[in-house]
Each structure stands twice: as structure tokens, then as C-alpha cells.
Nanobody, 122 residues
Framework: QVQLVESGGGLVQAGESLRLSCATSGRTFSRYDIGWFRQAPGKEREFVARIKWSATNTDYAESVRGRFTISRDNAKNTVYLEMNSLKPEDTAVYYC???????????????WGQGTQVTVSS
């Protein structure tokens, strides 16, 4: 069992930065891939970024590549999403998730956090 708690969301202006954190519990955290997804009002949940359990591979949605960076610290059981050059279209609730042998599809992830709101004003 893995529990995830997101933090770091807030209200920022376009062009500013935020760093989201995903704190996890569970002794087997280091075995799980961690993904970040987001969901805007009236839209489906979409993939943002993923980091493999070994931290050797990362993937990003095209819309955030070059602006967002995902990283993990297995010693602290925490995953981070550094978000730079934020745009109004990045506004959404951001969720972190954990799964084994994942792709970018949300169905591959077994455990989910409650989400943190990110709002970017123009």
C-alpha cells in the first residue's frame, strides 16, 4: 500500500514557477513509478510527467516538455514537479500517482493522491 499527499499548489501569475511535492508513505515506495497528472474543469485527466522507479527514465507531455521537471528522492520518499514558465492553460488540479510497469495512461497507476490546485493567472 502506498499513500500519496501532494503539496505546493497555489495561485501564480503567468511566467512564474511552482514546485509541487508528492510525499509518500510505504516501505516499497522506491519500487513504484510515479506519475503526475492534471485535470482542468470539464476536461479529462491528462498525463503530465512520469519518473520510473529507478529514476533513470522520465517522460513528459508535449505541452510541458522543457518547462517542467520531475525528480524523486527515494531516501525522502518524495517526488517533485518543478514547473517553470507557467501558463494559464496549466491551471488544473495536479495529482501524483504510483504504479508498477506504467505507461502514460492513468489506468496503469494504482494509487492516487487527493490533488493540489494550481491556478495561473494571465
Amino acid at each position: 500500500q502506498v499513500q500519496l499527499v501532494e503539496s505546493g499548489g497555489g495561485l501564480v501569475q503567468a511566467g512564474e514557477s511552482l514546485r509541487l511535492s508528492c510525499a509518500t508513505s510505504g516501505r516499497t515506495f522506491s519500487r513504484y513509478d510515479i506519475g503526475w497528472f492534471r485535470q482542468a474543469p470539464g476536461k479529462e485527466r491528462e498525463f503530465v510527467a512520469r519518473i520510473k522507479w529507478s529514476a533513470t527514465n522520465t517522460d513528459y507531455a508535449e505541452s510541458v516538455r522543457g518547462r517542467f521537471t520531475i525528480s524523486r528522492d527515494n531516501a525522502k520518499n518524495t517526488v517533485y514537479l518543478e514547473m517553470n514558465s507557467l501558463k494559464p492553460e496549466d491551471t488544473a488540479v495536479y495529482y501524483c500517482s504510483a504504479g508498477l510497469f506504467t505507461t502514460t495512461h492513468p489506468h496503469d497507476y494504482t494509487f492516487w493522491g487527493q490533488g493540489t490546485q494550481v491556478t495561473v493567472s494571465s
